[in-house]
C-alpha cells in the first residue's frame, strides 16, 4: 500500500495545523511526555553506570521450552528490543559465516558491485552507509531464515504484540513469512561506514498517512499514556511513498543473527531502549520552534532522521548492544531508534545476516508473491535495487534448498 501526495510541503503544514487544532494543549502534552523521556533515559544511563546494559537478553533455549518469564517479556515491551542468546549453535553460525564469505568471493562480488545500483534510503543520514552486501540467497541465509529455532524465536516476538482488537485479528502472530534482506561484513578498523540515529518504516507518512495517524491516534490526541507501541491495530494498513528502499512488508521486530563476535566499539549495532519514544518525535514537531514545512529534518522515502537540532534528549540515551557471540540475535521493535557505530575498532570482522520477524497478514502475503519470483530467478527481492548480482551465482539456494516450513514462509508455490 503505498502513499501519493504532489505537494509534500504543502501537506505537512496542512496537517500541522489539522493536528494542532485538534490537539490544543499539545504544548503541555509534549512537556508531559518529555518528562516521561527524561525518567526512562534516567534509568537507562544509571543502568550503564553500574556496567549493565538496558537491552534485555533473554536465552533462546527458554524461548523453546516457554520459561520466559511474564516480567522479561514486560522488560522487553518497556524496552522496544532484545538479544536472544544462542540461536543457533555457535560452529553452525561460524560455518556460515565462512560459506557467506565464499560465496562472495568465487562469485567475484566486489567487482560486481562497482556496477551497483543506487540506494538513496540512508542519504539523509551523518555517516555514509556501512559495508552491506546485496545478497539474499545464499544457502546460509536461506537456511537460517527457515530454521526450526529462528522460527519459535520470531512467534515469541510476534506473541508480545496485541493482535487483535474490536474483534478483528490484525496478523497471525503463529504464522511467520520470511523478508529476504542482506548481509553486513565489517572489516576491522573501518570507519565512516556507520549510520546516524534512525528510525525504518516510514518518516513523514508517520503524520501525513490518515492509518499512521490511526496507530499513533492515542498520542495526537493528547492521550500518549494509552499508546501501546505493541498494539497491532492499523500496523499492517499504512501507507508509505513508493521508494526503492523502504521496507514493503510489516515487521512486528527488526533484526539481525550474529555471524561473528559483537562488541562495543566494534562497528555494531545501538539502541535508544524506549519503545514508546517514537510518541516523543510525533508531538515534537508540532512544536512552535519547528518550520512549519518541517517534520524535524523528516523527508519521504528516507529512514526518519533523529538529530542533535530536534532530539538531543534521545541521543542521550543511545546504548551499546550487550556483547554477542556468533549465533546470538538482536531484535528491535519496528518504531525503536538504531544506529551502527561509525568507527569499529575491533579486531575481528563484525558479520551478520539481516532475519527480521515478520507475521502473515495481507500486506505481507501481498509481497511474498512478488519476493517468490525473485527467489526462484535469484533477483534481487522487490523492496531492494535491481543489482540481480545472483542470477547466475555459483552455490546460489534454489527451492530444493527449501524444507516443507521454508517454502511455506517464502510463500512456495
Given at each position: 500500500?503505498?502513499?501519493?501526495?504532489?505537494?509534500?510541503?504543502?501537506a505537512?503544514?496542512?496537517?500541522k495545523?489539522?493536528?494542532?487544532?485538534?490537539?490544543?494543549?499539545?504544548?503541555?502534552?509534549?512537556?508531559?511526555?518529555?518528562?516521561?523521556?527524561?525518567?526512562?533515559?534516567?534509568?537507562?544511563?544509571?543502568?550503564?553506570?553500574?556496567?549493565?546494559?538496558?537491552?534485555?537478553?533473554?536465552?533462546?533455549?527458554d524461548?523453546?521450552?516457554?520459561?520466559?518469564?511474564?516480567?522479561?517479556?514486560?522488560?522487553?515491551?518497556?524496552?522496544?528490543?532484545?538479544?536472544?542468546?544462542?540461536?543457533?549453535?555457535?560452529?553452525?553460525?561460524?560455518?556460515?559465516?565462512?560459506?557467506?564469505?565464499?560465496?562472495?568471493?568465487?562469485?567475484?562480488?566486489?567487482?560486481?558491485?562497482?556496477?551497483?545500483?543506487?540506494?538513496n534510503?540512508?542519504?539523509?543520514?551523518?555517516?555514509?552507509?556501512?559495508?552491506?552486501?546485496?545478497?539474499?540467497?545464499?544457502?546460509?541465509?536461506?537456511?537460517?531464515?527457515?530454521?526450526?529455532?529462528?522460527?519459535?524465536?520470531?512467534?515469541?516476538?510476534?506473541?508480545?504484540?496485541?493482535?487483535?482488537?474490536?474483534?478483528?485479528?490484525?496478523?497471525?502472530?503463529?504464522?511467520?513469512?520470511?523478508?529476504?534482506?542482506?548481509?553486513?561484513?565489517?572489516?576491522?578498523?573501518?570507519?565512516?561506514?556507520?549510520?546516524?540515529?534512525?528510525?525504518d518504516?516510514?518518516?513523514?507518512?508517520?503524520?501525513?498517512?490518515?492509518?499512521?495517524?490511526?496507530?499513533?491516534?492515542?498520542?495526537?490526541?493528547?492521550?500518549?499514556?494509552?499508546?501501546?507501541?505493541?498494539?497491532?491495530?492499523?500496523?499492517?494498513?499504512?501507507?508509505?511513498?513508493?521508494?526503492p528502499?523502504?521496507?514493503?512488508?510489516?515487521?512486528?521486530?527488526?533484526?539481525?543473527?550474529?555471524?561473528?563476535?559483537?562488541r562495543?566499539?566494534?562497528?555494531?549495532?545501538?539502541?535508544l531502549?524506549?519503545?514508546n519514544?517514537?510518541?516523543?518525535?510525533?508531538?515534537?514537531?508540532l512544536?512552535?520552534?519547528?518550520?512549519?514545512?518541517?517534520?524535524?529534518?523528516?523527508?519521504?522515502?528516507?529512514?526518519?532522521?533523529?538529530?542533535?537540532?530536534?532530539?538531543?534528549?534521545?541521543?542521550t540515551?543511545?546504548?551499546?548492544?550487550p556483547?554477542?557471540?556468533?549465533?546470538?540475535?538482536?531484535?528491535?521493535?519496528?518504531d525503536?531508534?538504531?544506529?551502527?557505530?561509525?568507527?569499529?575498532?575491533?579486531e575481528?570482522?563484525?558479520?551478520?545476516?539481516?532475519?527480521?520477524?515478520?507475521?502473515?497478514?495481507?500486506?505481507n502475503?501481498?509481497?511474498?508473491?512478488?519476493?517468490?519470483?525473485?527467489?526462484?530467478?535469484?533477483?534481487?527481492?522487490?523492496?531492494?535495487?535491481?543489482?540481480?548480482?545472483?542470477?547466475?551465482?555459483?552455490?546460489?539456494?534454489?527451492?530444493?534448498?527449501?524444507?516443507?516450513?521454508?517454502?511455506?514462509?517464502?510463500?512456495?508455490?
Amino acid at each position: 500500500m503505498t502513499l501519493h501526495i504532489d505537494d509534500v510541503p504543502r501537506a505537512i503544514r496542512e496537517i500541522k495545523q489539522k493536528l494542532r487544532h485538534e490537539l490544543p494543549g499539545y504544548k503541555a502534552a509534549f512537556e508531559q511526555l518529555e518528562g516521561d523521556m527524561k525518567r526512562q533515559i534516567a534509568e537507562i544511563r544509571a543502568e550503564m553506570d553500574r556496567g549493565e546494559n538496558p537491552v534485555p537478553q533473554i536465552n533462546a533455549d527458554d524461548i523453546v521450552n516457554h520459561r520466559v518469564s511474564e516480567q522479561q517479556k514486560a522488560l522487553i515491551r518497556q524496552r522496544g528490543c532484545c538479544t536472544v542468546k544462542g540461536v543457533f549453535p555457535h560452529a553452525q553460525a561460524q560455518a556460515w559465516n565462512e560459506e557467506v564469505g565464499n560465496y562472495l568471493e568465487r562469485n567475484n562480488f566486489v567487482e560486481k558491485l562497482k556496477n551497483a545500483a543506487e540506494d538513496n534510503y540512508f542519504g539523509t543520514l551523518a555517516a555514509s552507509k556501512p559495508q552491506i552486501y546485496g545478497i539474499y540467497w545464499s544457502k546460509p541465509q536461506v537456511e537460517a531464515r527457515q530454521h526450526a529455532r529462528m522460527k519459535a524465536v520470531q512467534v515469541f516476538l510476534n506473541n508480545l504484540w496485541e493482535t487483535e482488537s474490536n474483534g478483528k485479528q490484525h496478523f497471525d502472530p503463529d504464522r511467520v513469512v520470511s523478508y529476504a534482506d542482506r548481509t553486513r561484513r565489517r572489516p576491522p578498523r573501518s570507519n565512516s561506514l556507520g549510520l546516524s540515529p534512525h528510525v525504518d518504516g516510514g518518516s513523514v507518512e508517520r503524520w501525513l498517512d490518515e492509518n499512521f495517524r490511526h496507530v499513533y491516534r492515542h498520542v495526537f490526541s493528547g492521550e500518549w499514556q494509552k499508546y501501546n507501541p505493541f498494539a497491532a491495530e492499523g500496523r499492517t494498513e499504512v501507507r508509505e511513498f513508493p521508494s526503492p528502499a523502504v521496507c514493503s512488508m510489516f515487521r512486528t521486530f527488526q533484526g539481525w543473527t550474529a555471524l561473528s563476535p559483537q562488541r562495543k566499539h566494534g562497528g555494531t549495532l545501538t539502541l535508544l531502549p524506549v519503545a514508546n519514544a517514537m510518541a516523543y518525535i510525533l508531538l515534537r514537531a508540532l512544536q512552535d520552534d519547528v518550520p512549519e514545512e518541517s517534520l524535524c529534518e523528516a523527508k519521504p522515502g528516507r529512514a526518519l532522521s533523529i538529530n542533535e537540532q530536534w532530539h538531543p534528549l534521545l541521543l542521550t540515551g543511545i546504548s551499546s548492544i550487550p556483547n554477542m557471540e556468533a549465533g546470538d540475535t538482536v531484535f528491535w521493535h519496528c518504531d525503536v531508534i538504531h544506529a551502527v557505530e561509525n568507527e569499529h575498532q575491533g579486531e575481528f570482522d563484525s558479520n551478520v545476516m539481516y532475519i527480521a520477524a515478520a507475521p502473515w497478514c495481507e500486506k505481507n502475503a501481498a509481497y511474498l508473491e512478488r519476493q517468490w519470483s525473485s527467489f526462484v530467478e535469484g533477483k534481487s527481492p522487490p523492496d531492494f535495487a535491481a543489482d540481480d548480482f545472483e542470477v547466475d551465482f555459483d552455490g546460489r539456494a534454489t527451492p530444493g534448498d527449501l524444507t516443507p516450513a521454508g517454502r511455506e514462509q517464502l510463500g512456495g508455490k
